[in-house]
């Protein structure tokens, strides 16, 4: 008598089976993945912000010029350029470490850069709200009012609530990261 030969595939049912556990898998890991990031792009953005301001300050006293960094109206892009002619300046999207005029397009994050305590507004310049003015001398410019800091609060494009803040202090352009303040506007 012969035996029985050897498999040579999978049934249906096994194969809903298989494809069945997958998708409920699938199901429970997509949605934690988000939360895996926590807010590593928020971090990225505020590395990119913090680089951009001792970049701008570096070019600010070799160069003997003032150096604007600004975020852009919808909060998408980041620039550092010389002040003047700060809106003409033909950025560059590469890296390099000799580029006076570079910017920045954020992932996934949007920043907006807050109104003084004194409820000074956030004056807008063709499409750029100034984050910083570094100058010459190695200090940043404070032109909002009597708040001599500035705050950039930076959310996941397309969420409404704030994850971290940049704070920036005016006079010495040291920068702090922290959570940002519930009740912070938009």
């Given at each position: 008598?012969?035996?029985?030969?050897?498999?040579?595939g999978?049934?249906?049912?096994?194969?809903?089976?298989?494809?069945?556990?997958?998708?409920?898998?699938?199901?429970?890991?997509?949605?934690?993945?988000?939360?895996?990031?926590?807010?590593?792009?928020?971090?990225?953005?505020?590395?990119?912000i913090r680089?951009e301001?001792?970049?701008a300050?570096?070019?600010?006293?070799?160069?003997?010029?003032p150096?604007?960094?600004?975020?852009?109206?919808?909060?998408?892009?980041?620039?550092r350029a010389?002040?003047?002619?700060?809106?003409?300046a033909?950025?560059?999207?590469?890296?390099?470490?000799?580029?006076?005029?570079?910017?920045?397009?954020?992932?996934?994050v949007?920043?907006?850069?807050?109104?003084?305590?004194?409820?000074?507004?956030?004056?807008s310049?063709n499409?750029?709200?100034t984050?910083?003015?570094?100058l010459?001398?190695?200090?940043?410019?404070a032109d909002?009012?009597s708040?001599?800091?500035?705050?950039?609060?930076?959310?996941?494009?397309?969420?409404?609530?704030?994850?971290?803040?940049?704070?920036?202090?005016?006079?010495?352009?040291?920068?702090?990261?922290g959570?940002a303040?519930?009740?912070?506007?938009?």
């Open positions: 008598m012969k035996g029985r030969s050897a498999r040579a999978f049934t249906l049912i096994e194969m809903m089976a298989v494809v069945a556990v997958l998708a409920l898998l699938a199901v429970i890991l997509i949605p934690s993945l988000d939360a895996m990031y926590g807010d590593t792009r928020q971090k990225g953005a505020a590395d990119q680089g301001l001792a970049a300050r570096a070019w600010a006293m070799e160069d003997g010029v150096y604007r960094v600004a975020v852009s109206e919808d909060g998408t892009k980041i620039r010389p002040e003047e002619g700060f809106a003409d033909a950025p560059t999207t590469e890296f390099s470490a000799s580029a006076r005029c570079v910017e920045y397009t954020f992932d996934k949007t920043a907006s850069v807050q109104p003084g305590t004194d409820g000074t507004p956030v004056p310049e499409g750029w709200v984050v910083a003015v570094a010459a001398d190695g200090t940043c410019r909002r009012g708040n001599p800091n500035f705050t950039v609060v930076l959310k996941d494009a397309g969420q409404e609530k704030p994850g971290l803040q940049v704070s920036i202090r005016a006079l010495t352009g040291q920068t702090r990261i959570p303040k519930t009740g912070a506007s938009q």
